[in-house]
């Protein structure tokens, strides 16, 4: 049976994370490739607060690299960073049998309705535009995380 998430937005944009008194804590972890650090670390304080364990890369070669080696339950992959392209490593992880159902959540800080279809046909969950919205990324996180969509 999936465990049910709640998010609360809070003052100044954090938000935790409750999950019903009954069920297991969360032991996911979270890739995140991005080359900005300043949205890495608003990521992993957010994904923390979520009780989820992060990783964090910082160019395109890092992120293959880190998913197909860590496994992570669900990779946050930004489309402009150096060493490629996120929309090039979205093709290469969706097309590896190691890394194929791994759920990904594209950001951009550029992202128009034609980029959004490009990356659903990819096979990513979403698209998310920078700047980047704490409930946001909780209402599409916790599902995947806490009842991830192959099982």
Known sequence: MATKATCDVARFSKFQFRLQPD???????????????????????????????????????????????????????????????????LKRLKNSTKTRDIPVLVISGNAGPDIRDLVKRLGAVELLQKPLNGEALCAIVSPLVVSPPNQ
Do not use: K
Request: glycine share 6%.
């Open 23 to 89: 069920s297991p804590p969360l032991m996911a972890t979270v890739l995140i490739a991005d080359d900005s650090r300043v949205h890495v670390q608003l990521l992993t304080d957010w994904l923390q607060d979520l009780g989820l364990e992060v990783i964090a890369t910082f160019d395109a070669i890092q992120a293959w690299v880190t998913a197909m080696r860590t496994q992570p339950n669900l990779i946050i992959l930004d489309i402009n960073m150096p060493g490629g392209s996120g929309i090039e490593v």
